[in-house]
Every structure is written in C-alpha cells, then in structure tokens.
C-alpha cells in the first residue's frame, strides 16, 4: 500500500477506478469466452421498457459502465504526467472512458455482422413454387400439406386451396 500511499489524490484516484474496473473487465471477457455470459452487455441492467429503441444492445449495462470508468481509469493514469492541468486532465479521462465504451459498441456492431438469421419466415414462400405432398381437399374443406423450398431448405407446411383439389404429382426418374 506505500505505492499508493505516496500519490498525490487526483492520481490515486484513478489507480482506484482503474484497477478494480479491469478485474471486473478480464473476470467478464473470461467469463465470455467460456460460454458462462449469458446476456453478452445486450440487456439493460434497470427495469425500464425501452422496447422502442432498435438499437441491438443498451447504454446502459454494467459491461458499459466497466467499460467506461476502465477508460477513466487508465487515461486519467496515461495523461498524468503530461497533463498539469487537473480539470483538463478530468475532461480527457472522461473523454478516454467514453472513447471505451463507444470501441465496444463498434466492436459488437462488427461481431453482429457475423451472425446468420435461418429462422423460417412464412412471407418468404409468397410467389414460391411448391409441390403438393399430401391431397389437398376443395375449396377450404380441409387442409392437405405441401413442400416448398425456402433459402435451400426444404419446409412441409398445411395448405388449403379456394379452388378444385389439388393431388400430389408422382415424379419417376
């Protein structure tokens, strides 16, 4: 403790924002990369409905908040001997800490490019050619099923017809 004894507050101060906010930091990336995180920062972390935002993860979240007094922390150390100034040393460590959490949004934005959605989605088979598989009674008297291909998958889905019945063609190679 004579390490942190011997600074002067301001500095202190952020070796105590710092240090904690990094092991908080590589406690979550490990966490992460094991599997063991469950939400990914993608949750707020307060009750509030915020269902009418299209952003794909929240301000606020504890990821973000870590992410931002880590940035505090280590600017505040990183400029303390450059910076004399102790408000403007304040105003570029907070600017650090926000830099932080704005690499992290962008970092995530990237890594969502990545994903694929292959969840089968009805619309998608409108003006799609399809094979009758099961009979399919007359006008609205019943339901047969056909087969449609939708994104190189085949999909068998219920079918009625406002029309005659429609019977399944047999296909002989």
């Not at 063991?36 to 009750?47: I, K, P, T, Y």
């Not at 940035?71 to 100034?85: A, H, S, V």
């Not at 830099?99 to 990545?114: D, P």
Request: glycine share 6%; aromatic share 12%.
């Amino acid at each position: 403790m004579e390490f942190f004894d011997s600074m002067e507050p301001l500095l202190r101060t952020f070796w105590y924002i710092a240090l904690p906010a990094t092991l908080v930091f590589l406690i979550q990336s490990v966490m992460t990369f094991m599997g063991m995180d469950s939400h990914d920062g993608v949750d707020a972390d307060f009750n509030s409905d915020l269902s009418h935002t299209d952003a794909p993860f929240q301000l606020f979240s504890l990821r973000n908040l870590i992410n931002f007094l880590m940035g505090l922390g280590w600017g505040g150390i990183c400029f303390y001997t450059t910076i004399e100034n102790h408000l403007i040393l304040t105003g570029v460590a907070l600017l650090v800490g926000i830099i932080f959490v704005a690499l992290f949004f962008f970092v995530i934005k990237q890594i969502q490019k990545l994903a694929e959605d292959n969840s089968f989605k009805i619309e998608e088979t409108v003006n799609k050619t399809a094979s009758v598989y099961l009979t399919i009674p007359a006008a609205k008297s019943g339901k047969g099923k056909i087969q449609i291909s939708v994104r190189g998958s085949m999909h068998e889905l219920d079918a009625v017809t406002e029309g005659e019945k429609l019977k399944p063609v047999h296909r002989l190679k």
